[in-house]
């Protein structure tokens, strides 16, 4: 059996994997689309389904989805990471910043993401404080997969998917376990 190793308190986060990752399309008061992405988030309930994310309250993903009650969660592909990684970028209009395109969700206001092989449309439940990030609770109302990850029985659709996990910084790994430089 290996010996456990303490880890430095600078490096705890690290002591976890890591999420997979995803792109928070939201809408502001002016009407003004925001992406972001994020490595914090899970399912947090199958029913209702509902999914947590954590934000910082000094960013616009938090400000838009407190005033506007909702948002969408679009889960990328490595065919998309570069894409992806340019959403952490601070500008106006991270969809035409990073190549990607937004298109109509069928029962929330924040667009659904093209390139995303899933989008999961929520509307929020609850805002609840930890630490330096806020939870950010919302209750999936609609969904939508590409069709060639749709699968009818519950592990198809998420054993198709070729989600992605940001290890740290510019660096990614695939779901099969391969390194992602970008």
């Known amino acids: 059996m290996s010996e456990l190793v303490e880890v430095p308190e600078d490096k705890l986060s690290y002591a976890h994997p ?35 994310i954590g934000v910082r309250e000094s960013i616009d993903t938090y400000k838009n989805a407190l005033a506007g009650k ?32 937004p298109i109509p969700s069928l029962k929330v206001k924040p667009p659904s993401i093209a390139e995303c092989q899933s989008n999961l449309e929520c509307k929020l439940v609850k805002m609840v404080p930890t630490g330096d990030h806020i939870l950010m609770v919302g209750e999936i109302v609609a969904a939508r997969v590409k069709k060639e990850v749709y699968a009818e029985d519950k592990i198809g659709m998420r054993t198709k998917m070729d989600y992605i996990v940001h290890n740290t910084k510019n660096v990614f790994m695939t779901k099969d376990g391969k390194e992602i430089r970008v």
């Open 18 to 52: 890591g999420g997979i990752t995803a792109l928070v399309s939201t809408v502001s008061e002016e009407g003004v689309n925001n992406l972001a992405a994020f490595g914090f988030h899970a399912m947090c309930s199958v029913k209702p389904p509902m999914i947590v």
């Open 70 to 101: 909702e948002f969408v969660v679009g889960i990328p592909g490595k065919d998309i990471v570069d894409k992806a990684y340019k959403c952490g970028d601070d500008v106006v209009d991270e969809f035409t910043h990073a190549g990607l395109t």
